[in-house]
């Protein structure tokens, strides 16, 4: 005889579109626990610890969300091209790690 059981079923990520949405605040906890791609892969979206104990992401337009950056609990920010390479992510990036 096989007993069938059934696991608990994981959380539902959400897409990553609806977690970095251009103008509005970064759900720090779901930004951290990863999203899904417009093809529905988990993505771990890359971010940085910040010494006042912040986190930043920098978010690929590969992702499905726009490309930009933005802190847990503050505005996402889009930008055009390559973050990195943005003004407003360096400045950023530099309030982050100092």
Do not use: H, W
Not at 36 to 41: A, E, H, P, Y
Not at 58 to 72: E, K, L
Not at 73 to 84: D, L, M, Q, S
Request: with cysteine; aromatic share 10%; hydrophobic share 35%.
């Amino acid at each position: 005889m096989v007993a069938e059981t059934s696991l608990p079923s994981a959380p539902a990520l959400p897409a990553c579109s609806e977690v970095f949405i251009p103008g509005k605040t970064v759900d720090e906890k779901k930004a951290l626990a990863g999203c899904l791609s417009t093809r529905g892969q988990v993505v771990a979206v890359g971010f940085f610890e910040c010494q006042d104990g912040g986190v930043l992401f920098q978010v690929d337009a590969s992702t499905g969300a726009p490309g930009g950056y933005g802190f847990g609990g503050k505005p996402y920010r889009v930008v055009t091209g390559e973050a990195a390479a943005d003004k407003g992510y360096k400045k950023a990036y530099n309030t982050c790690v100092g």
